[in-house]
């Protein structure tokens, strides 16, 4: 049996931009992605903590060290500026894996910086 199992994690990024008219979907700071393990073009899940919305897209690599999210095209009209986000991504992992497989989580602070320099893996303490 497979398990589709949390791989990743930003927690509580913050939206930096909503741009309606850009082709693309999810602008990330490359550093955040690098942290996260999150490739370009791969398929993120997004739950704004503001304002509730929840929808699935593909993440796109911004400049590195800005702390850049940017909602584009249809994702602009599911977040504004300012609002809370996380970013998630998932794998399918077979039985063995799925049972010791610890997610990377990265925690970031109000200008989407880590709180910690180091990646918190599992469940923060």
Excluded at 47 to 58: L, P, Q
Excluded at 65 to 81: E, V, W
Excluded at 83 to 90: E, N, P, S, V
Excluded at 109 to 118: A, V
């Amino acid at each position: 049996m497979r398990r589709i199992m949390l791989k990743s994690k930003l927690h509580r990024a913050r939206v930096t931009d909503a741009n309606l008219e850009y082709e693309g979907s999810l602008t990330i700071d490359q550093n955040l992605m690098e942290l996260a393990d999150i490739l370009p073009f791969e398929q993120v899940k997004v739950y704004n903590v503001t304002n509730g919305a929840r929808f699935e897209t593909y993440a796109i690599c911004g400049p590195p060290g800005g702390g850049d999210i940017c909602l584009n095209g249809a994702a602009a009209r599911m977040g504004a500026p300012g609002d809370l986000i996380i970013i998630a991504t998932y794998a399918e992992y077979e039985e063995g894996e799925a049972r010791d497989h610890e997610p990377r989580v990265v925690l970031l602070d109000g200008t989407n910086k880590p709180k910690k320099p180091e990646i918190v893996k599992g469940w923060p303490s």
